[in-house]
């Protein structure tokens, strides 16, 4: 176990899913506001609580999601490498 965070879903379709919802109102916030004036504001917390509140670190897990269980790293003779190993 790595004491690095890990910001990876448990499901690829799940974690598309939090950045669709996500974007979506973040997005939605700001291009509504000329139809509903400040109230469409009140998206902007809802995209952020579903990107767990950083865009970048949304597309981090996504990579981690993408790649979960398939890279390793490996040294040896103080020279290290990334193996990926393709799904099964």
């Known amino acids: 176990m790595t ?17 669709m919802v996500g974007f979506g109102a973040l997005i939605g916030s ?6 509903f004036g400040p109230a469409s504001l009140l998206l902007a917390p809802i995209g952020l609580l579903a990107l767990r509140g950083c865009p970048a670190c949304w597309a981090i897990g996504l990579v981690q999601t993408i790649s979960m269980g398939r890279l ?10 990334l193996e990926f190993r393709p799904k099964q």
């Open 3 to 19: 004491d690095r965070p890990s910001f990876a879903s448990t499901s690829l379709p799940r974690h598309l899913l939090r950045g």
């Open 30 to 35: 700001f291009a509504l506001l000329p139809v």
């Open 72 to 81: 390793r790293r490996s040294c040896t003779d103080g020279r290290c490498e």
